[in-house]
T-cell receptor, first 116, second 111 residues
Framework: GAVVSQHPSRVICKSGTSVKIECRSL??????MFWYRQFPKQSLMLMAT?????????EQGVEKDKFLINHASLTLSTLTVTSAHPEDSSFYIC????????????FGDGTRLSIL | DAKTTQPTSMDCAEGRAANLPCNHS???????VYWYRQIHSQGPQYIIH???NNETNEMASLIITEDRKSSTLILPHATLRDTAVYYC????????????FGAGTRLFVKA
């Protein structure tokens, strides 16, 4: 089946640091990639949608200057949390899918970000 | 907002079939019904999807009502490893194929 690799799986860093998370589709070309954030005991919250070669579309309330998304190729998208603060600590999950509503999304295993 | 309604939690005995319902009364004609599950501290796992016909794969069966306003995910022989949160999602080209998660159903499979 389709595999999405997310790296790193866990990050612990100091407040003010910028953190980059990578999301790769290993065996298929991902027309669209999605980034989610999940707080404890809550559901996934969509942060942004990105299509290869174009700017990401952010959901309401998500700061685009805070969460930089780059989707440079059909197999790689990155999320950079800039100047991270403790309130940015969360579980970040990416997903990727091919074109069309008949294509399932495949999810990475998530990145647990802890800001001290 | 999510376009689906699911029970908050369900129990199932190990070895029995688990039937998870989902209401999606506002589903559009071009929207598919997808099911995912999330085991604690992992990314969601794709299970199955369908448009209007019933679907079956190695993991589960999906039964969609004729009016498409509801569906049921069936795990034929639940095991302890099926304990997870199950999400029913409708997805189509409205809104750019986004997948919006609701609260899901927390399924507990008990020995």
């Amino acid at each position: 089946g389709a595999v999405v690799s997310q790296h790193p799986s866990r990050v612990i860093c100091k407040s003010g640091t910028s953190v980059k998370i990578e999301c790769r589709s290993l065996d298929f070309q991902a027309t669209t990639m999605f980034w989610y954030r999940q707080f404890p005991k809550q559901s996934l919250m969509l942060m942004a949608t990105s299509n290869e070669g174009s700017k990401a579309t952010y959901e309401q309330g998500v700061e685009k200057d805070k969460f930089l998304i780059n989707h440079a190729s059909l197999t790689l998208s990155t999320l950079t949390v800039t100047s991270a603060h403790p309130e940015d600590s969360s579980f970040y999950i990416c997903s990727a899918s091919g074109a069309g509503s008949n294509q399932p999304q495949h999810f990475g295993d998530g990145t647990r970000l802890s800001i001290l | 907002d999510a376009k689906t309604t699911q029970p908050t939690s369900m129990d199932c005995a190990e070895g029995r079939a688990a039937n998870l319902p989902c209401n999606h009364s506002t589903i559009s004609g071009n929207e598919y019904v997808y099911w995912y599950r999330q085991i604690h501290s992992q990314g969601p796992q794709y299970i199955i999807h369908g448009l209007k016909n019933n679907e079956t794969n190695e993991m589960a069966s999906l039964i969609i009502t004729e009016d498409r306003k509801s569906s049921t995910l069936i795990l034929p022989h639940a095991t302890l490893r099926d304990t997870a949160v199950y999400y029913c999602i409708v997805r189509g080209n409205t809104g750019g194929f986004k997948t919006i998660f609701g609260a899901g159903t927390r399924l507990f499979v008990k020995a």
